[in-house]
């Protein structure tokens, strides 16, 4: 996909590149839908949904429509009629239900002081509606200038990630469709040995190559100790709802601040620890790139009061 300029007097619409993020090449949209065709391909753009925002939303006909990139949803920056809007088109596996769910936490961690974008009504007063049968919703653009893609932005956001664990650890009842997201990034410890033992599997049925038998051999090692290790340090512990995709550019961030947490695809129930691991795995990754010595130097700079894992216990975080 690609930022698609519109000639209001020519009527031409011209599709140019939108960057590294756009996903358009065929064989990765073959391979990504996983599951068995379960998931479904990333949507596509196509004029019929410039049609649909302006009879649901309002939103003129002409306005410039851009792909912003995001490996799950089609997200489009609208820009027109004098404002600018994010119209995000979701895979099929994802259901009213589901989506519902997604929006109430939403709106829930919003009035909490929790930096969220509401849905926008449509023309039948609902907060999605059906886009060749897929769901859609639109929300307010939020201006940002920066992503949480260093480690001082880690650090920053951990207030703002503090907060939200709390406010989604006092949440009831919410269904199973908002407490089982049908794809994420995330293994329970208690499933870690299956699941890799099953990727294993399906990679070394290819014709593997050395290296990807060793990388099976180190993998299943891996798993082993995980499972071994976890289930006694972590498995009695409490599971609540977590955002489940605390990174990157799902935060993004207006000068010093955190403006918005985006990107709720992966909200699940899990361990806390489970939520904030993939955090602290980009925290390490980024210090390790900026700090020279050895492993022991960057070790002790984990353990200093303007490290990630001290704002962490200092965040907000409830129990434990």
């Known amino acids: 996909m690609g930022a698609i300029n519109n000639d209001a007097h020519s009527g031409d619409n011209k599709l140019q590149p939108a960057g590294n993020n756009a996903h358009s090449d065929g064989n990765n949209a073959r391979s990504d839908d996983a599951g068995g065709g379960l998931r479904g391909g990333r949507p596509v753009y196509s004029e019929g949904l410039r049609e649909l925002l302006n009879d649901e939303y309002g939103i003129d006909k002409y306005a410039a429509y851009t792909d912003i990139g995001g490996s799950s949803c089609l997200n489009l920056l609208v820009a027109g009629g004098g404002g600018r809007y994010l119209a995000r088109v979701y895979r099929r596996c994802t259901t009213p239900g589901r989506l519902d769910a997604i929006q109430a936490v939403k709106g829930v961690l919003k009035k909490n002081g929790v930096p969220c974008a509401p849905a926008l009504k449509t023309a039948s007063r609902r907060n999605w509606t059906v886009w060749n049968g897929n769901l859609l919703e639109v929300e307010p653009y939020i201006a940002h200038d920066g992503v949480m893609d260093t480690a001082d932005r880690i650090k920053r956001a951990m207030p703002t990630m503090g907060k939200m664990t709390s406010v989604l650890g006092g949440f009831g009842n919410i269904g199973d469709d908002g407490r089982t997201p049908p794809f994420a990034n995330h293994v329970p410890i208690e499933r870690a040995l299956e ?29 082993k100790k995980v499972t071994e290790s976890g289930i006694p340090a972590f498995g009695a512990l409490p599971k ?65 009061p303007e490290s990630v894992v001290y704002k962490i216990k200092n965040a907000g975080f409830r129990g434990e």
């Open 195 to 223: 699941m890799t033992k099953r990727g294993c599997g399906r990679l070394l049925s290819r014709r593997p190559t050395e290296f990807e038998r060793e990388f099976a051999d180190k993998s299943m090692s891996l798993a």
């Open 240 to 304: 609540q709802l977590a955002h489940g995709d605390f990174w990157d550019n799902n935060i993004l961030f207006s000068g010093a601040g955190v403006a918005l947490i985006a990107d709720f695809d992966f909200m699940g129930e899990r361990r806390r620890v489970e939520d904030i691991a993939l955090t602290l795995y980009f925290y390490a990754y980024f210090i390790s790139h900026t700090i020279s010595g050895s492993p022991e130097s960057v070790a002790n700079e984990i353990k200093t």
